[in-house]
């Protein structure tokens, strides 16, 4: 028999195991300079392994990165702080309306919120976001209605998908964020049209992609890379690395592979790796990215490094396949700690402020809750319109759907 | 014998055919280590290996193009799709390749083969976790397409797959894995455990591919249905020459379609009344409005008594 081994990428630990991050290298901050707009992919090399920090260990912000930033003020720290908060309470409130059966499915961001309320708040009006199910945080950060958000999650008459969509699929065109779909990848190359046509049209816009580490996997992702090299689209392509696929680990999807970011090379687009627990890197990168797409620079790559800190979904019991306390381990922190302590150590915030604050945006997301519910929910549905769901099939209704409708009794 | 659910019962499939043949693997997303989102093939790593039971990234033209040269070299590869609205990807590997290399190769390669995918609707998953779509299989030469409706079949069809020389495409009813299910989503939905097909044999047995099953025999209709709609139907039949179809899946050009052209060119003569058809509607599934888009009871009885009067 031959000697060949097929080889089987396992995580660091697992349920029986304490966690076990000594295999991720966190390089210091400061370590990357900030490239010139018109750096090429084969020049990313530095940028794709290694990982743009500027949130230091003892919560003070410097290096090149930091630099770039300028004078950030208060008040923006601080919005950005309200922002994660925002969504920290709302995943938990809707987290819970699913456990009391008041909605059929929900999905937290824990973990990952610096990420898209960072991202969000560099994008201009017209942008469009091509998110996953994962990143309702581009949405809190857009200032998009809570009462349409959760209007979405329980299905009823406020939600402006008429409970065609499972909940957390959203689609918020005037707030850059296109019809999400459940099949994966699939909009990673859908990004690159899109802003294709934004270049076509000479319109001035960009548009993001989204896609989890996973779904890297797909055939969609590697047709969204070759489209971008061969046409330079304005498209920002962002890889949220948060180190699970449901029960699957990163490391299935990575391969061999170093980082995502560096997937992006061989098709020579520029890629970064960055730490996207860390608002400030965020609010850099993104700003820098951004600006470069915006400017005819090309399309780029950006791969957060980030901790799915929650379980995949309502429907998900990770302790049956990571292990315990593995989110607490991780080597990054947490994104909302982290500025809270930056924020402190710049004398612009407090404990006692924190606190009020939190109560502050729980009790927002209470009392837009308690008027959606009182539109129904899954424990109390109000009549939906179960017509409905003939409209918008096609622009206009072709006879065999008008039958079916009168058949369904309407 | 033994009490199994149908998630059971197909595992006891998978296992029974690892122990029998070394050449049978497993493997798809989250179905190693975790044993799948709907823990179908849980525990099947742990006893047989990584090298037999394993995760994949999530590409679901890889997991099929991977079975298909597996297949070829003479493996028996049974590989999960998560979610049937996910095989998308490998429509091009299940379709134009898997389906047909026995015939261009002129027997040169074949592919035995499984496709495993959970169908249908009735969990409340919206669009991307509800459709059925069974037809897009049974339009192609060169598949095999399967869907059980209780545990006992579900094990043996599974067997009988796994053994089968030739791809079959092996639709799993997702509202059916824990319990049957008889149309009403607010009632109390009763176990396997509680119904006689929840009687499974713990070893080999297979059930054969490309034959229907009387679930009631009478002489007044005929209903033609698979998969969870067995039950909706079978709850709706208070007495059977006439002819009802009834599927989960959208209405145009629908399996149910072609179970009707079968049944006229056979029975043409026989036939005392219009053969109705009751299906899932032509829209996307939607979420909330999911009991208005499933096959009701009431659908289905006003269908029965429309037969019963013409
Ligand atoms: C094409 C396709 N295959 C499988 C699935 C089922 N599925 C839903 S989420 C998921 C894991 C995705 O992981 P990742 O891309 O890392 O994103 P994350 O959930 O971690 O944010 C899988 C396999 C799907 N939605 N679409």
């Known amino acids: 028999m ?77 919005q950005g702080l309200r922002d994660m908060l925002k969504m920290r309470a709302l995943d938990r409130r809707m987290l819970n309306a699913q456990r009391q059966g008041k909605t059929s499915f929900y999905l937290q961001c824990t973990g990952e919120e610096a990420i ?31 009462e349409a958000l959760m209007g979405q999650l329980y299905s009823n008459d406020l939600d402006p998908l008429k409970g065609r969509q499972l909940p957390i699929m959203h689609s918020a065109r005037d707030y850059g964020y296109f019809s999400v779909s459940g099949n994966l990848g699939t909009q990673y190359v859908q990004a690159v049209g899109w802003a294709m046509a934004c270049a076509l049209r000479g319109n001035g816009k960009i548009a993001t992609g989204w896609i989890g580490d996973g779904a890297t996997a797909s055939n969609d992702f590697h047709s969204a890379l070759l489209s971008a090299s061969t046409y330079q689209p304005p498209v920002v392509l962002n890889v949220v690395n948060n180190q699970w696929a449901i029960s699957t680990n990163t490391a299935v999807a990575r391969g061999k592979g170093d980082t995502y970011a560096a997937r992006a090379l061989g098709y020579g687009v520029p890629a970064l790796r960055v730490d996207g627990n860390d608002y400030l890197a965020v609010l850099a990168v993104s700003r820098w990215a951004i600006d470069r797409t915006r400017s005819g620079h090309g399309p780029i790559v950006i791969e957060w490094f980030t901790y799915r800190a929650a379980a995949h979904s309502t429907s998900d019991d990770p302790s049956a396949y990571r292990a315990k306390g593995e989110a607490e381990a991780w080597p990054l922190g947490d994104p909302i700690t982290r500025l809270k302590a930056h924020l402190i150590a710049r ?55 008008r039958r079916q409708r009168q058949e369904m009794g309407h | 014998m033994a009490r199994m659910t149908m998630i059971e019962a197909l595992r006891s499939a998978m296992d029974v055919s690892l122990e029998r043949d070394p050449s049978v693997i497993v493997f798809g997303e989250d179905v190693g280590y975790f044993g799948g989102v709907f823990r179908c093939t849980a525990g099947l790593q742990k006893k047989y290996g990584e090298e037999r039971v394993f995760d994949t990234p999530i590409n679901e033209s890889a997991i099929v193009g991977l079975a298909v040269g597996m297949a070829a070299q003479g493996m028996k590869p049974c590989v999960e799709i998560q979610f049937a609205d996910y095989m998308f990807p490998a429509y091009d590997q299940i379709t134009q390749e898997a389906a047909r290399l026995r015939h261009r190769s002129n027997e040169q390669f074949t592919c035995p083969m499984v496709v495993r995918m959970p169908t249908g609707g009735g969990i409340f998953g919206g669009q991307t976790h509800s459709q059925s779509p069974e037809a897009l299989f049974t339009h192609v030469a ?119 052209a079968e049944v006229q060119e056979a029975c043409f003569w026989h036939l005392r009344a219009p053969i109705q058809r009751i299906t899932g509607w032509d829209a996307p599934y939607p979420h909330a409005q999911e009991w208005d888009y499933f096959p009701s009871t009431a659908r289905i009885s006003r269908a029965l008594n429309t037969v019963m009067e013409d």
């Open chain 1, 2 to 78: 031959s000697e060949v081994k097929l080889s089987f990428p396992h995580p660091p630990a697992r349920p029986d195991q304490a966690p076990d991050f000594s295999n991720i290298e966190i390089p210091p901050v400061g370590s990357l300079p900030v490239p010139s707009m018109d750096i090429e992919g084969h020049d990313c090399w530095p940028y794709a392994v290694g990982m743009i920090r500027v949130l230091d260990d003892d919560n003070t912000a410097h290096g090149p990165w930091a630099d770039y930033l300028g004078e950030v003020s208060a008040d923006t720290l601080r």
């Open chain 1, 116 to 146: 898209g309320c960072g991202f969000q708040r560099q994008l201009e009006q017209g942008d469009m976001n091509f998110p996953t199910y994962r990143q309702q945080s581009l949405l809190v950060a857009a200032d998009y209605p809570l």
């Open chain 1, 347 to 401: 004398g612009d915030w407090s404990e006692e402020r924190h606190v009020q604050a939190e109560a502050e945006l729980l009790d927002e997301v209470v009392q837009v809750q308690k008027t959606v519910e009182s539109h129904g929910t899954f424990v109390k549905p109000k009549p939906t319109a179960p017509a409905d769901i003939f409209n918008g099939v096609y622009a206009e209704m072709p006879p065999h759907l």
């Open chain 2, 142 to 260: 060169g598949l095999k397409v399967v869907i059980p409706a209780t545990p006992y079949d579900a094990k043996g069809l599974l067997i009988a797959a796994i053994e089968d020389p030739d791809p079959v495409i092996f639709l799993e009813p997702k509202r059916l894995y824990n319990g049957p299910f008889y149309g009403d989503h607010s009632g109390k939905s009763v176990p396997w455990s509680a119904h006689p097909a929840g009687e499974v044999p713990e070893g080999h047995y297979t059930v054969p591919l490309g034959k229907a099953a009387v679930v009631r025999a009478g002489s007044d209709v005929t209903v033609l249905t698979y998969g969870t709609m067995v039950y909706v139907t079978e709850a709706a039949v208070k007495e059977t020459g006439r002819c009802v179809v009834v599927h989960e899946a959208t209405r145009t050009s629908g399996f149910g379609a072609e179970l009707i």
